[in-house]
């Protein structure tokens, strides 16, 4: 029987620098790509006036959108464990699959409501995207160039997300809106998500490990244009 060869596992940074950039090179592909699947997601979804009405009412609703999130952390959660520990390139690709699809679900009630009831709503999204885009390019930047190793954000981050559940979780039960400055706090998180993030990339994963790195980029990137956008939304 003829043995099927395995592809060899080395960590990224033990790669030539021709294979890190292979490497990097799919891994930003794959994130681009669930940018696109997020994009003609979220359009089908919101030409759905009874898609947009119940994910109005849920968001109105603060029990119901507390239940609504915390499913959202638990797929979240499910998917980066399913993704880190099969090798199966096609279970990575269903849980990532799985992960853009809960992205646009969540998003359905804020861009519904920005395209529904803002003027110039297109001109906000469009400003949003640059500036989550910018932000994101440039905090890449800044691990590739340093070099640096940022997995010390992790305790940080870790304690900053529990603190704005928390947060989240009174507003959601008490009714109260939190503000420009908690949009700021979050898109902070954000950023630090994505230099921890990034840093993973370079430091932490293998070379077949490109579809778990390119969720966790992801992750980090949509957080922060949710946030972006509340930053645009509270100055009008």
């Not at 520990?85 to 992205?103: M, R």
């Not at 003027?119 to 590739?144: K, M, R, Y």
């Not at 009174?170 to 950023?191: D, E, I, K, T, Y």
Request: with cysteine; charged share 10%.
């Amino acid at each position: 029987m003829e043995n099927i060869q395995q592809p060899q596992i080395v960590p990224v940074a033990a790669l030539s620098d021709e294979a890190k950039v292979a490497f990097y090179k799919k891994t930003y592909a794959h994130v681009a790509g669930g940018v696109m699947a997020f994009y003609m997601i979220e359009t089908l979804l919101l030409q759905s006036e009874t898609i947009k009405s119940f994910f109005y009412s849920l968001m109105g609703n603060g029990i119901s959108w507390l239940l609504l999130l915390g499913a959202f952390m638990f797929i979240t959660n499910y998917v980066e464990k399913t993704a880190l520990k099969t090798a199966d390139k096609n279970k990575q690709y269903l849980a990532y699959g799985a992960y853009i699809l809960a992205e646009a679900l969540i998003f359905v009630p804020l861009l519904g409501m920005v395209i529904d009831f803002v003027p110039n709503s297109n001109e906000l999204l469009t400003q949003a995207s640059i500036v989550t885009l910018t932000l994101f390019g440039g905090l890449t930047a800044v691990v590739f160039v340093t070099k640096k190793d940022f997995s010390f954000l992790k305790s940080a981050l870790t304690i900053g997300f529990f603190i704005a559940m928390g947060l989240i979780i009174a507003g959601a039960l008490f009714g109260f809106n939190m503000g420009l400055w908690f949009s700021v706090g979050m898109c902070v998180l954000a950023a630090g998500s994505i230099l921890y993030q990034t840093s993973n990339l370079v430091h932490k994963y293998t070379n077949e490990q490109y579809i778990p790195a390119a969720i966790g980029l992801f992750a980090s990137l949509m957080l922060l244009f949710w946030y972006v956008i509340q930053i645009f939304l509270s100055r009008d």
